[in-house]
């Protein structure tokens, strides 16, 4: 076994054995990486030519029931200034991320009581009827079946929900015991079943995190086939249990985008923001190993400074349209274009 040769297999079956992926990700050198990233950029623009999609994020609200170990929106972080935008400041994020040329809207959320099926499906129905060209994904954590049919109902196209890790024993290390594995399997096949395009995810370098996990992770994907993934490395908040851990590796981040790339070739995959925020050409580096993604958050700046999931959060100020100039000129430096689009899968 070498990397080269299963850089050949993978490109051609789209497809490894835990084994064959325990090598790759043991193997990970600046030279296998290089060679990984031109085959994902290779496969990347056979698909999606130069493009990058670039999706407007709304943070609606830092209110969360959950109390996740690694994040700073955990019910028991006292410290996280809470915040809920109305619907009014919602609608404004949207008509000024349309006219910036927006053309999906992620609205993203703590689990917050306060937006019920009928809160969401207005909402929904509302952005939809002001831009009925434009794709609504939803990132508002576990709801139910019937909650994730209603907003589906309701015109809602996509849905993001990390599975964080697919080994059940991490899953109990980074969660309190009434956040259970299964529900998050069990949610993520319901909303595929319902017929969102379905984004899961992971962090890279989480606590306990071992090579055996993210072999997982990968075979998980590879079985889930989700329309998108995001994945990003972990950055400790000061607030939580997991404050003294250590950040996530950029290049291991890197390693995993091409993998997954070339596992899956029309995969919409973010450069995270979490990628920006460990290093200032983070993203950039990113999309050369194969993300086609990029997720400027378009709230507004205010509730930003509040939403820290982690801490050193990057902004690009995209809201405005010089700081999305600015975003789609780095882009550009790196021989990729944003576009405006909808940026559905390539089928
Ligand atoms: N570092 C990096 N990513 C994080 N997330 C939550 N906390 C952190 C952190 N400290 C990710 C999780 C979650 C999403 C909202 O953000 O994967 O699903």
Redesign the pocket.
Known sequence: MTVVSLIEKLSKDHKLSAQEFEFLLTHQSSENAMLLAKAADQVRREIYGNQVYFRGLIEISNFCKCD?L????RRSNHNCDRYRMSEAEILQCCESGYQLGFRTFVL?GGEDAFFTDAVMCDLIRKIKHNYPDCAITL?LGERSKESYQMLFEAGADRYL??H?TANPAHYARLHPSNQLFDNRMAYLNTLKQIGFAVGC???VG?PYQTTADLVRDLLFIQEYQPDMC?I??????KD?P?ADFP??SIDLTCYLLSILRLMMPNLLLPATT?LGTLRQNGRELGLCSGANVIMPNISPPANRKKYI??DGKHSDRAETAEGLEELKKRVAAIGYQIVTDRGDKKI
């Open positions: 996740c690694y994040c700073g929106l993203q990132s929900l990390r964080e995810g992971f962090m989480s995001g990003g490395p972990f950055i400790p908040q939580t997991f950040a996530g979490a999931i982690y």
